[in-house]
Each structure stands twice: as C-alpha cells, then as structure tokens.
C-alpha cells in the first residue's frame, strides 16, 4: 500500500523542467497529482508537453515580479485548485565577492529570494480560502556553510530558510504548512561539468560517498507534500549526505 496519496492533488512546481525540478515532476505526475510548471527554456517546456501530455506548462521567468499574482492565478485556474506549491527555480551568478557585480548579485535575489517570496505569497492567498496546503521552498547547502565566490546564492538560499520559518509562523492556523528541503551536492548536469579531481575531493567530505540524486530530493518533498508530514511545519529538512549535519 503507497502510505502517500497524491492522487488528483494541485501541484504547481517551479523550474520543473530539468534538474532537481524535472525529478520532483516525474515523482509527483506517477502518483497521479495534477500539474503546472514553468520553464524558460522553450526545448525542455517542449520535451514536457511531449513526454507528459497531462501536465500544464508556461514559459515564464520569475524577473517579472509584475506579473507573478497572474501566474498563480493561471496555476489555480489551470488546474482547478492549488494544494501544493514547490519553488524550485533558481539560477547561480557566481563571482568572488570583490568583483561580483550589481547585476550579479541582484539577479540571482530576484529570481532566488524576491520571486520565491511573491510565489509564496500569493499562493498563501489562495490556499487560505480552503484552509489548508503545503508549500515546499528549495534551498541549498551553502544556504547554511556558505561557499566561495556565491555570497549571491548563498544568501537568497539562507534567506529562503529564515523566510520560511515567518511564513509558517504566520499560516499555520489557516493549516497552511510552510517548509524547506536543503540539497547538498546533487548528481545533475551541472554538477556533471564539475573537474573530476575536485569532485573526487567533493565525495571524501560526504559520510555516505556519493552524490546525492534527484529521486532523493522528490523523495523528501513528496513526504513533505503528504498527510504523513501533517504536523511538520517550519522545517528544513538536509538532503546531503551528511555533509552538513545542522
């Protein structure tokens, strides 16, 4: 018996077309939830319309704060309801701090921080008026160590954690779970173009010496999306490996 029900369930999952995202999607669409996600690369919104024609798509990017309270609203429209909210959409602008440049650093908040927090908002909006969902933000390791040459993402990662933690403060009584999953080093393409010696180095300082996979993400956040998490709010859940032990 699947312990996690999902079926029929309203998933709007950010950045879901590759990476991280794409396991989330993949994970959620086989226990049949319902859902829409946004891309930005035309290729892989294509590939989803193709592989899973009962997902609901939109190229969208998260720059455009304006027109963010539109797009959950197309999310709710599109799929009758919004039960589950995953903002997993990022991007890295990596620089040393000295010659980070503005644009840089406020690229990576705008779309890493400010965009999750106005997802978040406005889906908490519509949520309250059924008193209940679930709201999963995506944040990172170096979120909490830090990491040379990403004071940009590192800090919109912390800040998505700190975030969390007052929104689920604030919606808890409207049953409106608000908590975080923390990756470590996540076996993905981009990792894939990492120098084999310093990922070698890399796996020597994970206890469990390996890389982390997708599944171990959507694994983590299909529970956090599930009745089995019903009196989990407020939390980060570490997905590392045991790199970084909070």
Not at 45 to 58: D, G, H, W
Not at 124 to 131: E, G, H, R, V, Y
Request: charged residues 20%.
């Amino acid at each position: 018996m699947n312990l996690i029900n999902l079926k029929n369930k309203k998933v709007f999952i950010t950045g879901g077309t590759a990476g991280i995202g794409l396991s989330i999607l993949e994970s959620f669409y086989k226990l049949e939830a319902e859902i829409f996600t946004i891309g930005t690369n035309h290729e892989n919104l294509k590939t989803i319309q193709s592989n899973f024609p009962k997902i609901k798509t939109s190229n969208f990017n998260l720059e455009n704060h304006q027109k963010i309270e539109e797009l959950v609203k197309e999310a709710k429209e599109k799929l009758g309801g919004l039960d589950i909210v995953i903002n997993n959409a990022g991007i890295t602008k990596d620089n040393l701090a000295i010659r980070m440049s503005d644009e840089e650093w406020n690229k990576v908040i705008n779309i890493n921080l400010t965009a999750v927090f106005l997802v978040c908002k406005y889906s908490i909006k519509a949520m309250m008026k059924q008193d209940a969902g679930s709201i999963i933000n995506i944040s990172s390791i170096v979120g909490h160590t830090g990491n040379f040459g990403q004071a940009n993402y590192s800090s919109a990662k912390a800040g998505i954690v700190a975030m969390s933690k007052s929104l689920a403060k604030e919606y808890a009584k409207k049953n409106i779970r608000v908590n975080c999953i923390s990756p470590g080093f996540i076996d993905t393409k981009m990792t894939k173009n990492i120098n084999e010696e310093f990922k070698k180095k890399l796996i020597e300082n994970i206890p469990l010496g390996k890389l982390g996979t997708g599944n171990d993400i959507a694994n983590c956040a299909l529970f956090l999306a599930s009745e089995l998490s019903s009196y989990i709010t407020g939390e980060t859940i570490h997905v590392n490996g045991g790199m970084y032990m909070a």
